[in-house]
């Protein structure tokens, strides 16, 4: 199946920083998605991009869909201690958010007060 | 409320002994999803469904099967576990709808069921 490299796997930051984090595939997806996931809850959808080159913000998060269709890239300004968490990102093959999805492996986020 | 549940939370099993886990959501989604997941790795899918009584395989689909009759409901069903297929598993249903400033993707994923297959 696809693979999805998701960097960094770990950030440790001061709260305040800006953060920044991405995925790369080796072939091209038609939508990519952004996710969060608290402890032992399941992931909340963060963003979701359709179209190449497509910049899409969500409050301090910014989500952009790369122009070769293989990478996405995640943006969080002035972090917060609420930001902590495990991002992940996923490709879809179909448009629209539906159909076989493909995750990468996580971004494990923890932010110093 | 909108919601997807998941039953059991919580399952001890042995090998070879049959079991379900239901997803049921209430928000009329077509889209809905089965994926596991497993220390250190992302989500991984294992099935996937459109629409009533159309699903396809996702990534990792053996062990699996699903069924779609009726449009809330996802069931996944291992017909006999085995131990690799101890796992957090989640569901999820989505659906994307056009408007005037683009596309607006609404997703929830149900809140997990843990299985340990002994």
């Known amino acids: 199946g696809q693979q999805l490299n998701q960097s960094p796997q770990s950030m440790f930051i001061q709260e305040g920083e800006d953060v920044s984090m991405n995925c790369t595939s080796s072939?091209?997806?038609?939508?990519w998605l952004w996710y969060k996931q608290d402890p032992g809850e399941g992931p909340v959808l963060l963003i979701a991009l359709y179209k190449a080159g497509e910049l899409t913000s969500n409050g301090r998060l910014t989500a952009q869909f790369g122009t070769t269709r293989k990478d996405s890239f995640l943006n969080i300004s002035a972090s917060i201690p609420s930001d902590v968490g495990i991002y992940f990102c996923?490709?879809?093959?179909?448009?629209f958010g539906a159909g076989k999805s493909t995750f990468g492996d996580g971004t494990t986020l923890t932010v110093k007060p | 409320e909108a919601q997807v549940t998941q039953n059991p939370r919580y399952l001890i099993t042995v090998t070879g002994k049959k079991l379900t886990v239901t997803c049921s959501q209430n928000m009329n989604h077509e889209y809905m999803s089965w994926y596991r997941q497993d220390p250190g790795l992302g989500l991984r899918q294992i099935y996937y469904s459109m629409n009533v009584e159309v699903t396809d395989k996702g990534d990792v689909p053996e062990g699996y099967k699903v069924s779609r009759k009726e449009k809330r409901n996802f069931p996944l069903i291992l017909e006999s576990p085995s131990p690799n297929q101890t796992s957090l598993y989640f569901c999820?249903?989505?659906?994307?709808?056009?408007?005037?400033?683009?596309?607006?993707?609404?997703?929830?994923f149900g809140p997990g069921t843990r299985l340990l297959v002994l």
């Open positions: 072939s091209i997806f038609n939508t």
């Open positions: 996923a490709g879809q093959l179909r448009n």
């Open positions: 999820a249903s989505s659906s994307t709808s056009n408007h005037q400033d683009g596309y607006h993707e609404t997703q929830y």
